[in-house]
């Protein structure tokens, strides 16, 4: 087998679980559930906020909101954080807004998301939009959303919520970053096999792992431009070091929205990245799929 039969062979590993087509499906978008710990006033205003910043669908879609304040949940016999999660599956919302550090867990420090925010996004199977703490002002629309796609699992999901909260006519950046630090592991393992051409492999490997989110974006790009769909797909491909390539892609670009896959079928808790960077990324609101 040739040097470059065996590292075709190497990159089909990375290749046997990606999605290639993309398919438009619109999500079901009809209630939204504010739920944050602050007396029915300030609730109150914090969802006409959240309206504004969501303009886009809330008039295509005529949505249903509610509102669940410090009086819904955070009094009476049932622990808070359990009757939150009662509050969500007693009235079902397609859309949950909240914040981090609810009941005021640790609100000044910035190393977690609290534990209602935890188990609002294992626990339940309804969309999480995280909104930024208090000091942050929250975007006034969605013009600008950035979706964290892994090409693995539920991307078409992923893309098909940036897609309907991306503005009329708005940017929706498709991003992925290679990470540069695992791609380096597997390097120095191909240095180690006689039978691999290690300088092709640092050659052609990398360009190879790139072209694969490259070219479903580009697929997802044609079927929108088909389907008649005004948003402008910028493609955001590249080597990096994980949340800090994001970061720096979100600042460079000004994003309003960022929406990334916080579940991972192989354990309870948030997935690793969609975890960090909803940690680290406090000035944005992020949708947690």
Known sequence: MSSDSRLDAFESLFRSAVKDVFTLQAPRLERVLVLVDTPADEAAALQESVRGFLSCIDSAHALQWEVASAEDWT????????????????????????????????????????????????????PVLLLPPPDFALPSSTDRVMVVTDHLSGDDRLVNFGVELTHRRGTLYLAHVEDEGILEYYLDAIDKMQSIDSELARTKLPARLLKTPADYIDNVAAV???????????????????????????????????VVNTKDDRQDAMDSMAYALAVQIRSRPLLLL
């Open 224 to 258: 929108l431009a088909r389907s008649g769909v005004e948003e402008r797909v910028v493609p955001l491909v590249r080597l990096g070091r994980g949340v800090s390539a994001y970061q720096q892609l979100m600042a460079e670009h000004d994003i309003d929205l960022l």
């Open 75 to 126: 009094r009476g016999p049932t622990p808070p954080i359990v009757r939150a999660r009662e509050v969500v599956e007693e009235r079902r919302p397609d859309l949950l807004v909240t914040r981090r550090h609810q009941l005021g867990q640790m609100g000044n420090i910035p190393y977690t998301l609290g534990s209602v925010v935890d188990v609002l996004t294992q626990a339940t199977d309804v």
